[in-house]
């Protein structure tokens, strides 16, 4: 059972990436799953995240209007979409996937079920 979040890589500001979480062993068909990141020296903090049915998305308001979350359940991925990407979203980015849903959720790191592995998301000026 695990996550495995991809795309990342080195791009100029203003650039944009994909970042894409595949789940394996285990079906995200009844998971909420989010997008964290963590800069060198700074917490984790969560910045977007999907519910179960994709009716529900949330983003932190540093990313708001800029990154786009999305699932493909027949895929069993989540994808976030970053454009406008700015050198302060600079971090490695990782995913967490749980079987509830709040208002809470993006700040409630220990509430996750799993966790990806990270991906390094390094924005240039």
């Known amino acids: 059972v695990q996550l495995q979040a991809s795309g990342g890589g080195l791009v100029q500001a203003g650039g944009s990436l994909r970042l894409s979480c595949a789940a394996s062993?285990?079906?995200?068909?009844?998971?909420?799953i989010g997008w964290f990141r963590q800069a060198p020296g700074k917490e984790r903090e969560g910045i977007s995240c999907i519910n179960y049915s994709g009716s529900r998305t949330d983003y932190a308001d540093s990313v708001k209007g800029r990154f786009t979350i999305s699932r493909d359940d027949a895929k069993n991925t989540v994808y976030l979409q970053m454009n406008s990407l700015k050198p302060e979203d600079t971090a490695v980015y990782y995913c967490?996937?749980?079987?509830?849903?709040?208002?809470?959720?993006?700040?409630?790191?220990?509430?996750?079920?799993?966790w990806g592995k990270g991906t390094q998301v390094t924005v240039s000026s």
């Open positions: 967490a996937a749980a079987r509830w849903y709040g208002s809470n959720w993006l700040n409630n790191l220990n509430g996750m079920d799993y």
């Open positions: 062993g285990f079906t995200l068909d009844y998971y909420t």
